[in-house]
């Protein structure tokens, strides 16, 4: 195996399948990436053996072959090169060889063959999407996910495709985040899966927001990403998602209506004296005025006021500051809604005058 690449080109390849490799492996083979050197370039690829990312760049090859070699520190070479820099790469003897200019590099190697790829995708349906779309969707929900979580569904983000849509929704059980792109889908029945959390994490690094379609195919138990050059499989979490329309409230009878970037910026720093365990923020709301308060342990406090447009009974309400703010950071309207019913009861936040995202936030007592 002998190929000459630009530093460049390397690069970008090990930065589309780099974050699938994890740093501390139980198998030796998925701390190295596999490089394959045919006549239509170099192929690069990575796994943990629940996600898998390949990718293909252009070389100059000399001689076909395929290895393993360690991830980080092919990676860690490469960055470290001048950017004009080209690489020469030989395998000799199970061990890599790496020159460019008067620098020299050998590294272990591990045989292709070892290699664990997922099994192939026994595509059941696919669809296409603008790229924009999709990373739209991923990006105003992805926060809601649960972190570990012995429900274990819960640790991923539903995608619903519909005729007319297409859906993300994440829960970790105090909060929810859904949101719709609308389009014509080639389905005739509902589709839905589970993504797991590394795999929506990897997927929102690769997209870029434009307009290029992206496919995405489907089968019992993968997911299949085509990102150009870049394949993106990974199987997907066996589990029933709760069924979360029944959690969004139906309009409540006071509503919130103010400026979201500035009660962004005002919850942001009342959260600095909120308990650091809990995170609790007070909303008082009355005579179109919202008042924010936080205190911790050590008897500090913050109070912040602002103007509001409120249609309501006066109320007493405690959130957790964290959640309220990254639902607001998933709207991109200038106006938001925030929808109550009582104390006891869950808020509902959207942009004013839009369904598209909707932000459920179940209350805290403070």
Not at 86 to 108: A, V, Y
Not at 263 to 274: D, E, F, G, K, M
Request: one cysteine or more; aromatic letters at 4%; charged letters at 30%.
């Amino acid at each position: 195996m002998k190929f000459q690449i630009p530093r460049n080109e390397m690069l970008k390849g090990l930065q589309a399948v780099i974050g699938v490799v994890e740093r501390r492996q139980t198998m030796p083979i998925l701390s190295n990436l596999l490089l394959k050197a045919s006549k239509d370039g170099l192929t690069l690829a990575g796994t943990d053996l629940e996600l898998e990312l390949v990718t293909r760049v252009p070389a100059s090859i000399k001689q076909e072959g395929a290895t393993t070699v360690p991830a980080r520190k092919l990676f860690d070479i490469c960055r470290g090169l001048p950017e004009d820099a080209d690489i020469k790469c030989e395998l000799k003897d199970q061990r890599m060889t790496l020159s460019s200019g008067r620098s020299r590099f050998i590294l272990s190697t591990l045989n292709a063959e070892e290699f664990p790829f997922l099994e192939d995708v026994k595509e059941n349906k696919s669809i296409s999407v603008p790229k924009h779309a999709l990373k739209q969707l991923l990006d105003r929900t992805h926060f809601a996910m649960a972190h570990q979580d012995v429900r274990y569904y819960l640790n991923g983000l539903l995608l619903v495709v519909r005729k007319d849509r297409m859906r993300a929704v994440a829960t970790d059980g105090h909060r929810l985040a859904l949101c719709d792109a609308t389009g014509s889908l080639p389905v005739t029945e509902e589709l839905q899966v589970i993504v797991p959390r590394k795999a929506i994490t990897e997927l929102q690094r690769l997209l870029e927001p434009n307009d290029e379609e992206v496919k995405l195919s489907f089968s019992s138990n993968h997911l299949q990403v085509s990102l150009g050059d870049t394949q993106f499989t990974t199987k997907l979490i066996d589990g029933r998602f709760p069924d979360y329309e029944k959690v969004i409230p139906s309009t409540g009878d006071k509503r919130l209506t103010g400026d979201r970037e500035l009660i962004r910026l005002a919850l942001s720093r009342t959260a600095i004296l909120s308990n650091e365990k809990f995170r609790g923020v007070r909303l008082s709301i009355k005579d179109n005025k919202l008042k924010l308060q936080a205190q911790n342990p050590e008897h500090e406090e913050a109070e912040e006021e602002l103007e509001v447009t409120y249609d309501g009974e006066p109320i007493e309400i405690g959130f957790n500051v964290t959640y309220l703010m990254d639902a607001l950071s998933g709207l991109e309207s200038e106006s938001f809604t925030l929808d109550l019913t009582g104390p006891d009861a869950s808020g509902l936040i959207k942009e004013k005058g839009s369904d598209a995202c909707q932000y459920v936030v179940m209350p805290m007592r403070l």
